[in-house]
């Protein structure tokens, strides 16, 4: 007997729910394929929203062959040449077309994996098939000039009445007996993901012809790390607070850069001013309780936080987003790392000014460093005095020279 997840998957687009807008542009992308510049397609998005569904249902659409390999299995250079090279030059079968399907590229990283993801983007370069790679979180740099190369399709967290909708056609053709709250219960539990749905059902109606609501509150919820990624779509791409009050429940990230990552991507998904004025009113409001848990330990404030970052954002719109928005890694901490770079070498001449003047870094900067750099300018003789007697190296010399 097949499991469920097996035995109802989407034999054709008609039968995937949620995902209307990726499936038209990967649908697109494999029409044209030899006029496209992207010459592969990196899907990306939550467990169980149907990176691996969708090509299988285009391919079955579209009458064309799907050759699928699990990168998890074929980790190094040689494996993905030996593996994808063969696929690549191997007639289809029948002379029909074909997509190769390279799924969970995610398991590529790490030492073991040296060359593997050069490889596969050379082998995009040369193949005449389209090549579909699926991945959780395509923003790992390992995968940069994957990327580059590649059409993203990003996919949407399922919004749990469409979770709902699927199980309900399930119970009907499994001639199981249910509960409405039952049914509802068990599409929050799983946090968009379709396939665990499905999977709880099988469980829970194993010998039995009838779904309870008591039965399905017994079941344990998940403990997944989710990652950033997948939590922004939860939150940005729902109206329902009680969804996107869990977005970042199992987030294993420290809770600024989760700040940032919203941020950076907030005034990309919401448009219209109003939604996005009330978003960042929640968002400030939320730095300004993380600022007095900094000053004063508050740690009880970390609940108003959260509320405010997920629920707060979240319903701050009016309507959801149809868009495809393609999220992206904030680039502040980059900028302030670059600026502290810039300033270090004026703090650490501040730090010797300081130490030999008995007086504070903050105070050198502001009256002292100014002068000094006019002197090292104009007085050489009289700035080599001063850099001996400050120990200044080579490097803080012509800093104090520019």
């Not at 939590?231 to 294993?252: E, G, H, R, Y």
């Not at 907030?266 to 001013?273: C, F, G, H, Q």
């Not at 929640?282 to 405010?308: E, G, M, P, T």
């Amino acid at each position: 007997m097949l499991p469920w997840t097996i035995k109802y998957k989407p034999k054709t687009t008609k039968e995937i729910y949620g995902q209307a807008t990726a499936v038209n542009l990967l649908k697109n992308w494999i029409l044209n394929f030899k006029k496209q510049k992207a010459k592969a397609a990196l899907i990306y998005g939550p467990t169980g929203s149907g990176k691996t569904s969708i090509p299988y249902a285009l391919a079955n659409e579209l009458g064309l062959e799907l050759i699928e390999i699990n990168a998890s299995d074929f980790r190094n250079k040689e494996q993905i040449n030996t593996k994808i090279g063969s696929a690549i030059k191997q007639q289809s079968l029948f002379s029909k077309g074909k997509i190769i399907l390279v799924d969970e590229i995610d398991g590529l990283a790490g030492r073991e994996d040296f060359g593997g993801i050069a490889a596969l983007t050379a082998l995009i370069d040369t193949s005449p098939f389209p090549i579909i790679a699926t991945a959780t979180d395509p923003w790992n740099k390992k995968f940069s000039t994957l990327r580059k190369k590649s059409l993203l399709v990003q996919l949407n967290v399922l919004d749990y009445k469409i979770i709902g909708t699927v199980l309900k056609k399930i119970c009907i053709k499994e001639r199981i007996k249910y509960d409405n709250k039952a049914i509802t219960a068990l599409a929050l539990k799983v946090g968009g993901d379709l396939r665990a749905a499905i999977n709880d059902l099988e469980t829970l109606c194993s010998g039995k012809k009838e779904l309870k609501r008591d039965v399905v509150d017994e079941l344990s919820d998940r403990n997944k790390v989710e990652t950033i990624l997948n939590s922004l779509v939860k939150i940005f791409k729902t109206t329902d607070p009680k969804i996107a009050i869990t977005a970042l429940d199992n987030v294993d990230e420290d809770l600024d850069k989760v700040m940032l990552w919203i941020d950076e991507n907030l005034p990309k998904e919401y448009k219209k001013p109003d939604d996005l004025a009330r978003a960042y009113d929640c968002l400030s409001k939320a730095d300004i309780f993380n600022r007095r848990i900094k000053r004063w330990q508050h740690w009880r404030f970390l609940v108003y936080i959260n509320a405010l970052v997920t629920a707060g954002i979240a319903v701050a719109k009016d309507s959801k987003y149809k868009e495809f928005v393609e999220y992206k890694p904030t680039t502040r901490i980059l900028k302030l790392w670059m600026a502290k770079q810039k300033y270090a070498k004026r703090k650490a001449i501040a730090r010797k000014i300081a130490e030999n003047t008995h007086s504070s870094s903050k105070q050198v900067i502001k009256d002292t460093l100014p002068y000094l750099q006019v002197i090292f300018q104009k007085n050489k003789k009289q700035a080599d005095l001063i850099a001996e007697e400050l120990e200044l190296n080579n490097e803080e010399v012509e800093w104090l020279r520019k």
